[in-house]
């Protein structure tokens, strides 16, 4: 039996279905019941609880071989991102209790403690998890593709807004079936001792992400780097309330400043195998089906 948090989400998703594929058992802490059937209906087994809720972490580890575990994102947290180390302390406090082999999503960068941004909430999950007795294995992915799935609707006139800056420069970038699939091979492979990191995923442009859009869209897509100075105003149209997008501002200062390329001390590399590509294939057959 395998535990895997955010079950309902692109990553816990597709780690569920690789492991549901292996023929393992699968087991999902979920909020909401009816938002997680389809996986009542594969077979998962649905336990109520919340994951800010150390006491109901701790009754969905009994029994199980391995644990994937994730931070909710937050795109506006607080200043002394409390949120993340609410649910931290509460995934700490349920695995001091348990022994599973852990495999936490993590993030390129987190090996750093300042100037993040929103990877810094990844940053105290790999501090918080240190000193647990478990196996542990922290997957810094890169950045999903499925981020640019925006483009399929705005890239109709030929060019796709980017926050990378210059959009030729190579960034870690990965598909979350990838992170899925890495995470049920690492749950189910050899046991390891102690602590490792993978990073996850390959160098790519947002030039060749918007070259990729282009040819599903069949249109000649450019890449255009929103400028610096229009960041706020652009992320307030993503949803972020007025005044709190210093969290996202910084963490692409942060990819642009180099901070999370490959080749990070002390880590092991996974390529990734899906392309940008593929994962706009997926969502417009999808939304075709």
Request: aromatic residues 8%; charged residues 20%.
């Amino acid at each position: 039996m395998f535990l895997v948090m955010g079950i309902t989400g692109k990553v816990g998703g597709a780690t569920a279905q690789h492991l549901l594929a292996q023929g393992k058992k699968v087991r999902a802490l979920v909020r909401n019941r009816e938002k997680a059937a389809k996986w009542a209906d594969q077979g998962v087994e649905l336990v109520d609880g919340d994951w800010n809720d150390s006491a109901a972490i701790e009754p969905s580890l009994k029994g199980v071989e391995g644990a994937f575990v994730m931070l909710p994102s937050v795109w506006a947290p607080s200043p002394d991102y409390k949120e993340a180390k609410g649910v931290i302390a509460n995934y700490v406090a349920a695995l001091s209790n348990a022994a599973p082999r852990v495999v936490a999503l993590s993030s390129m960068g987190a090996n750093r403690t300042s100037g993040l941004g929103m990877i810094t909430a990844l940053s105290l999950l790999e501090q918080g998890f240190r000193n647990l007795t478990s196996p542990v294995t922290f997957v810094r992915a890169g950045g999903f593709f499925e981020n640019f799935l925006y483009g399929l609707h705005v890239a109709q006139g030929g060019t796709l807004p980017v926050y990378y800056n210059p959009t030729n420069r190579k960034s870690t970038m990965v598909a979350t079936n990838d992170i899925g699939a890495e995470v049920a091979t690492l749950l189910t492979g050899p046991d390891w001792l102690g602590q490792r990191v993978v990073e996850l995923g390959s160098m790519v442009s947002a030039d060749e992400v918007a070259k990729q859009l282009g040819e599903v869209l069949n249109l000649d897509v450019k890449a255009f780097a929103v400028p610096r100075a229009g960041w706020a105003e652009a992320f307030e149209q993503f949803g972020i309330p007025k005044g709190h997008t210093g969290s996202a501002e910084e963490m692409y200062e942060a990819v642009n400043a180099g901070w999370m390329d490959l080749g990070a001390e002390g880590t092991e590399h996974i390529a990734g195998t899906t392309s940008a590509r593929e994962v706009f294939e997926a969502a417009q057959n999808a939304a075709k089906a």
